[in-house]
């Protein structure tokens, strides 16, 4: 890959913008040179993360999630947002924390995608964490409704069913499971 880029974004102009999201028009020339003077962009001011939190038997801790915006329940890794002045490692060591009441003493980065890239300009990190120790059993209860730990198997099955809704969760989960027993194993 060549570090041209064949799109070429003219301005922006915001439609609506907050502290979680904001909407943009862009003004963008393609690379035969037309335009498309109103591509609507989905901003998020900042990042996310995920954590695969393995325990000493190679189990995965998941928590229970209700998301109200899709009325759906369902298993997920421990996650939020990189906060303000935080890195992305702060970030995902805070989370697990909170959520699972769970530190790490033994961290590495999976790594990063962008789970909608033709669209939005959200970008998700994911981390291993092990060596856990549980240091605090105060969850944040808007959060978390329950925790669980779950064996490769026992998650290979689950990704089957479609028993996991949450694209962030989803991704961890493969990624683990694409690592575990092979060369690059974490």
Sequence with gaps: MSGSKP??????????ASAWVGVEQWDVRLPDGSRIPDHHVVVYP???????????DGRVLLVDHYRFMTDSRSWELP?????????????????????????????????????ANGSSTLKFHLW??????????????NETLGLQWFSAAD??????????HDGLTMAG????????????QP
């Design 128 to 141: 291993l964490a092990r060596d856990l120790s549980a240091v605090n059993s105060n969850v944040d209860t």
């Design 173 to 184: 989960l493969f990624w683990w499971l694409s690592l575990a027993g092979s060369a690059a």
């Design 46 to 56: 900042v990042d996310a993360v995920g954590v695969v939190a393995l325990g000493a």
């Design 155 to 164: 998650v290979r099955a689950s990704l089957h069913r479609n028993a996991h």
């Design 7 to 16: 799109w070429q974004v003219l301005g922006r102009r915001a439609v609506y």
């Design 79 to 115: 996650a939020g947002h990189v906060d303000e002045g935080e890195t992305v490692e702060q970030a995902a060591r805070r989370e697990l924390l909170e959520e699972t009441g769970h530190n790490a003493a033994t961290w590495q980065q999976l790594g990063s995608f962008y789970p």
